[in-house]
Structures are given as C-alpha cells and as structure tokens.
C-alpha cells in the first residue's frame, strides 16, 4: 500500500481525492500549505505527493517543488488551474514528475500516481521480503521461518506487510491508523501496540538474534530488516 501525500488548501477536493484514493488501495495524508507538508515528510513514509500550483503561507507549488528536489523528495504530480501549455512548461521545468490540469477526470489522475510509483521503484510489487530467518511472502501474505509456515492472524500479516513495504521509515500512529483502515481514536491506536507487540512474540523470539520492530518514543514504529531480498 503506497503512501499519498495530498498538499491542497481546497479541503472539498483534498478529503473527496482522499476517499476516491483510499478505495483504490493507497493510504492518504493531508497538507493544506508548505509547513504542512514538510511536517508530513518529516518520517519518510510518503511515496508520492500531489502538490496543487497555489497555496498559502508564501510558497507556492513551483517554490515548494524546487525544495523538494533539493532534498531528494518523493516524486510529485502538481494539479493546477493553469492549464495553457506555457504552464505546463513552467511546472515540468521546476522540477515536477508529471503535471495535471484541473478539472481532471480522477481515474487519471490514479493511473498517473502509479505511473510515477512505478517510475521511482516505489509501487512496491516485489514477491516477498527476507529478515533473518523469516520470509514473508507478498503477494500471498504469509510469513515462513525456514520451510514452515506461521500462524498470523490477517491483522497482524496486514501489519507485518506495511512494514516491510517500507524498511527502515520511521512509521507513525497516524499513518498506520489509515493503512490499517482503523478509526483515529485512543482505542485502535493502543490496538496497534498489541499488534506490534504479537509480532514482536513471533518474529522476535529468540533473544539472541536481532531485533526488527524497534520503538520510536512519542512517534511509532521502524522496522530494521538488516536482510532485504525480492
């Protein structure tokens, strides 16, 4: 499940992308100005970002694009209401992947996003991941240690899964509580610490080896793989 970070002050059109992309498998995260998505940014578990042309708070688009690409950021598609080829020329130029103009036809712009995901190697469609002496299997969601397969329960292979789709990222509570679909309450943001937790039991058992899920105090959670193979 790839990661979309939605930078647009429109907060109809942001929430209405937000619905139509979550249905079609992404996790999705919202910024209304620069600030907001350099917040967003800050773990690393963005795969690409939809940046609208103008925004508040003294950086446009075409600013925040150019820091983006000083920083080595995900790739990005910017929407805009300039839609004359002059503009178009002016985006692409700055330093954005691909350009959309507005009104756009969002089956479009979903074939876009994964256009880019698969551009920059972040569509994530390898067959399986390789940690010690486990390998989960991607496609089929089921881990292995050796030959054997482990009894998970489909939310902790759910879970299992978005952490191996992106090693080595610090994850958040938030954006686990969207990957995993869960409510933004008190209640499944502790869910996901017993989660992690039964994880920890099956994949961490034995004390001497390493361990993979580690804890960031106040953040949420990395998982260190020291093993990647695909």
Known sequence: MAVVLIVDDDLRLAQMLKGFLEKEGFAVLLAGNGKEMWQQLGDGSVDVIVLDWMLPGGKDGIALIKELRAK???????????????????GLESGVDDYLAKPFNARELLARLRALLRRHGRDEQSSSVTFGRFRLDLA??????????LDLTPAEIELLTVFAQRPRRILSRDLLLQVLGGEEDGRFDR???VRVTRL?????DNPK?????LTERGVGYRFEPGQISS
């Not at 950021?73 to 929407?79: G, I, N, Q, S, T």
């Not at 089929?140 to 397969?149: K, P, Q, S, V």
């Not at 920890?200 to 961490?204: L, M, V, Y």
């Open 140 to 149: 089929m969601r089921r881990l292995y240690a050796g030959d054997e397969e």
């Open 200 to 204: 920890r039991k099956i994949i961490e």
């Open 209 to 213: 080896q390493p361990r993979f899920l």
């Open 191 to 193: 869910s996901i610490d």
């Open 72 to 90: 080595n950021a995900p790739p990005a598609l910017m929407l805009s209401a300039r839609g004359d080829d002059d503009d178009r020329i002016i």
